[in-house]
């Protein structure tokens, strides 16, 4: 008798190819891999044919190929090519969602995070990018309803729109804090107003005098490096090298009102986070020297 012709028992068969004797009666019981015929006494008798199909079946199931597609496999439903090839496309989106839900648990080690805070980031973490980035798109949406297209305010929802939000496939635990903190920032109320006052004054025209925005993050920048006060004496030397000394009293209350609508700490966390989310360098904050410059410009106008 020779390979072709020889017949195996499931034991027989499980010891040449290593398999345990319960998963082969199992195949063989689902029709996966059924036996060739029957000994007298009954017992499922298997061929060489059947036995490559075993090893054909394990290979598969070792690549995680489930039960019904093997079967479509060996019944011609569908090549081993294609089929892998969408079993790879698989596996790439679980890879992509271990290795957030990687970051996630490191960020969770790192932070000490609470249990409010874990449930979030866990949500997070299973959120596909279509659906994280439509966190954004209902804030943006929500903050800027009722203005026109066109309206100048509106560069800022373009802005907030256009820049994409997704996290990279194996994100640092920095990325994952970010958009932790991103997710609080735009469901944030207070932050959803702000946002919305900003967009609508900067749709209204308003006659302003231009100012170059360099002197007051070197100067202002510099007084708040130094603890200077925007009342003090000194601050008023400061605020001279950043506007005339002669700009009357109302327009520095006027510039003061303009910049301060425009300027939220806030507001500028949101580019910071959505910088590290996209992998950019971090710019440092503005914010601190303007709010020196508006204060500096009320108490000179006092």
């Known amino acids: 008798m020779n390979d072709r012709t020889e017949l195996f028992t499931i034991g027989q068969l499980a010891h040449r190819t290593g398999l345990p004797v319960r998963t082969i009666r199992f195949w063989s019981d689902i029709g996966v891999v059924p036996p060739t015929c029957r000994s007298a006494g009954g017992y499922r008798l ?28 060996l019944r011609g439903k569908g090549t081993v090519a294609d089929l892998a090839g969408a079993h790879a496309d698989a596996l790439d989106a679980e890879i992509r969602i271990l290795q957030l839900r990687r970051a996630v648990l490191r960020s969770v ?49 373009r802005s907030m729109r256009q820049m994409p ?29 702000r946002v919305r006052q900003m967009a609508v004054t900067g749709a209204e025209p308003v006659e302003q005098r231009p100012y170059d925005p360099a002197p ?31 700009t009357p009293a109302d327009e520095r209350v006027r510039l003061a009102d303009q910049l301060e609508t425009f300027t939220d700490r806030r507001v500028e966390r949101y580019w910071q986070l959505m910088g590290i989310i996209n992998g950019r360098p971090p710019f440092p904050s503005s914010a601190p020297a303007f709010e020196w410059f508006i204060a500096a410009l009320r108490a000179t106008a006092a």
């Open 109 to 157: 080690a790192r932070r000490g995070s609470t249990t409010e805070e874990m449930r979030l980031m866990h949500k997070l973490s299973r959120l596909s990018a279509q659906e994280r980035q439509r966190v954004i798109d209902d804030f943006v949406d929500q903050a800027f309803a009722g203005l026109a297209p066109d309206a100048p305010g509106t560069h800022i929802a």
């Open 216 to 246: 007051v993050l070197e100067h202002a920048g510099g007084a708040v490096a130094a603890g200077i006060a925007p009342g003090s004496a000194e601050g008023g030397a400061v605020l001279g090298r950043i506007v005339d000394a002669a």
């Open 165 to 193: 939000a997704e996290l990279p496939d194996d994100p640092t635990t920095e990325q994952v804090d970010a958009w932790v903190e991103l997710a609080e920032l735009v469901a944030d109320e207070a932050f959803q107003q």
């Open 46 to 73: 298997y061929d060489a044919e059947a036995a490559a199909r075993l090893d054909l079946v394990r290979t598969l199931r070792e690549l995680g190929l489930d039960l019904d597609t093997v079967r479509r496999v």
